[in-house]
C-alpha cells in the first residue's frame, strides 16, 4: 500500500509539474509566439503598403518628368509678347502670298493669365475662298499656339469664289 501511495504521490506530482510547466512556460511562449506573429503580419503589410507607395511615387516621377517634358515643348510654341510685331507681320505676308487683300488688320485688347498672354487680333480679308482656305492652313502650320476665336464669311455679290472675311484669331504669349 505504501508502494501504490508512493506512486500516486509521484504520478500527482508528474502530472503537477507538467501542469506548473504548462502554465509558466509553455503558455507564455506561445502567447510570445502569437503576438510575434501578429507583429511580423504587421510588418508584412507595412512594408507592401510601402512597396506600393514607392511604385506610386516612381509612377508620379515619370509623370512628373512627362509633364515637365509637354511644358518645355508648349513654352518654346510661345514666344516673348515682344515679338508680336514679327507674328503680325508673317500674317500679313501670308494672307498677301495667298492673294487676300486685308481690309483691316487690328489688335483687341491683351487677356493676361497665369503664365501667358493671349492677344487677340481682329482681321478683315477679302478674297478669293480657296485663296483663305489656303491662308487658315499656313496659320496653323505656324510654330504658334493660336486659336481662330470667331469666323464669319460672306458672299460677294460681284463675282462668284468671291469673299468677305471677318475673323478673330487669339495668339498666345509667354508673360514676361
Same mark, same amino acid.
Given at each position: 500500500m505504501?508502494q501504490?501511495l508512493?506512486?500516486?504521490?509521484?504520478l500527482l506530482?508528474?502530472v503537477?509539474l507538467a !501542469?506548473?510547466?504548462?502554465q509558466f512556460?509553455?503558455?507564455p511562449?506561445?502567447?510570445?509566439l502569437c =503576438?510575434?506573429q501578429?507583429r +511580423? $503580419?504587421?510588418?508584412?503589410?507595412?512594408?507592401?503598403?510601402?512597396e506600393?507607395?514607392t511604385?506610386?511615387?516612381?509612377d508620379?516621377?515619370t509623370?512628373?518628368e512627362? !509633364?515637365?517634358?509637354?511644358?518645355?515643348?508648349f513654352?518654346e510654341k510661345?514666344?516673348?509678347t515682344? =515679338?508680336?510685331?514679327?507674328? +503680325? $507681320?508673317?500674317?500679313t505676308?501670308?494672307?498677301q502670298k495667298?492673294?487676300?487683300?486685308?481690309k483691316s488688320?487690328?489688335?483687341?485688347?491683351?487677356?493676361?493669365?497665369?503664365?501667358?498672354?493671349?492677344?487677340?487680333l481682329?482681321?478683315?480679308f477679302e478674297g478669293?475662298?480657296t485663296?483663305?482656305?489656303s491662308? +487658315?492652313?499656313?496659320i496653323e502650320?505656324m510654330p504658334?499656339?493660336?486659336?481662330?476665336?470667331?469666323?464669319?464669311?460672306?458672299?460677294t455679290?460681284q463675282?462668284d469664289?468671291?469673299?468677305?472675311t471677318?475673323?478673330i484669331?487669339?495668339?498666345f504669349?509667354q508673360?514676361?
Open positions: 505504501w501504490s508512493r506512486k500516486f504521490v509521484f506530482l508528474v503537477g !501542469l506548473v510547466g504548462y512556460v509553455i503558455r511562449a506561445q502567447q510570445s =503576438e510575434s501578429e +511580423l $503580419e504587421i510588418n508584412r503589410m507595412k512594408l507592401t503598403e510601402f506600393r507607395t511604385n506610386a511615387a516612381l508620379l516621377t509623370q512628373l512627362q !509633364l515637365q517634358t509637354a511644358i518645355t515643348f513654352e510661345l514666344p516673348p515682344s =515679338e508680336i510685331h514679327k507674328v +503680325l $507681320e508673317q500674317i505676308l501670308i494672307a495667298q492673294g487676300l487683300h486685308p488688320i487690328r489688335t483687341l485688347g491683351q487677356k493676361q493669365n497665369s503664365g501667358y498672354v493671349e492677344q487677340p481682329e482681321m478683315k478669293n475662298f485663296a483663305f482656305y491662308f +487658315l492652313l499656313e502650320k504658334r499656339i493660336m486659336k481662330v476665336r470667331k469666323l464669319e464669311v460672306d458672299k455679290t463675282l469664289g468671291q469673299i468677305n471677318d475673323c484669331v487669339s495668339i504669349f508673360n514676361v
